[in-house]
C-alpha cells in the first residue's frame, strides 16, 4: 500500500461516512462485547465507535495508517491495542476472542479464504461475527461494470477489488449466517454470523 492513500482515505470517504456508513458501524459495533477482534483497522474510524467491549484487539498490515489511527485510539471510550499483523496469519491463539467485526477490509485482503479461516480459529464458538463489506452485486449489468472496472480501480486504490463475492467466502468459511442487509441496491451488505464449534459443519 502507498504512502499517499492513508492520507487520502479519511478525506475520500467522508461523504459517504456522514450519509449513512458512520450509522451502519455504530450499529454493527454495539453488537460486539467481551475481547473484541477488528480485522483491518486502517485509520482507526470505528475506535470511537465501541461501546460495550472490554478490549478491542485491532490489526493492521500497513504502519501508515496505524499511525493515522493513533488519535482515534487515545480518544476512544475502549482499551484498544493496535498489531500489525495481516488477517492471513493472526498471531492470537485458537478461541480467544468474544466478538470480531471487519468493515470495508476485505475487498483487499490477498486470501480471504484464509483469512475467514484465521478468524473463525482465534474466535470462540459462538462468537458473533459481523462484516460491512462492498460487494459483487446480483443485477447483471452492474456486476459486468464491476468486472470492467476492477483492473483500473485495483491500481487507483492500493488493491481494492471491486467484483468480490464475499458473501460466498463467508457462507463457504463455515461460519453460521444470521443475517444479511443490504444497502444501495446490493452493492454494500452488513452480514451478522455465529461461529459454529471446530470442525462443524454449516449447510445452507
Known amino acids: 500500500m502507498s504512502k499517499l492513500f492513508p492520507s487520502l482515505y479519511d478525506l475520500a470517504m467522508q461523504p459517504l461516512e456522514k450519509r449513512k456508513f458512520q450509522k451502519i458501524r455504530s450499529e454493527i459495533l454495539t ?3 467481551g475481547r473484541v477482534l477488528e480485522i483491518g483497522a486502517g ?26 489511527s493513533l488519535p ?33 477490509v476485505f475487498c483487499t485482503i490477498p486470501n480471504p479464504e ?13 462468537a458473533k461475527i459481523l462484516f460491512f463489506e462492498h460487494v459483487k452485486m446480483e443485477q447483471p449489468a452492474l456486476a459486468f461494470a ?28 463455515g461460519m453460521k449466517i444470521t443475517n444479511v442487509t443490504a ?16 470442525g462443524a459443519i454449516f449447510v445452507k
Open 31 to 33: 453488537m460486539t462485547s
Open 43 to 68: 485509520t482507526g474510524i470505528n475506535f470511537p465507535l465501541y461501546k460495550n467491549a472490554d478490549r478491542v484487539d485491532a490489526i493492521e498490515p500497513n504502519q501508515a495508517m496505524i499511525e493515522k
Open 72 to 104: 482515534r485510539k487515545y480518544e476512544a471510550a475502549v482499551p484498544i491495542q493496535i498489531h500489525q499483523q495481516s488477517a492471513e496469519k493472526l498471531e492470537f491463539a485458537d478461541n480467544t476472542f468474544d466478538s470480531a467485526v471487519a468493515a470495508l
Open 114 to 126: 484464509k483469512a475467514l479461516a484465521e478468524i473463525r480459529r482465534v474466535c470462540k464458538p459462538q
Open 146 to 173: 464491476q468486472e470492467a472496472l476492477n483492473p483500473l480501480w485495483k491500481r487507483i486504490c492500493d488493491g481494492c477489488h471491486l467484483n468480490r463475492n464475499t458473501l460466498q467466502a463467508i457462507q463457504d468459511s
Open 183 to 198: 444497502y444501495y441496491k446490493g452493492l454494500f451488505l452488513v452480514v451478522k454470523c455465529e461461529n459454529l464449534d471446530n
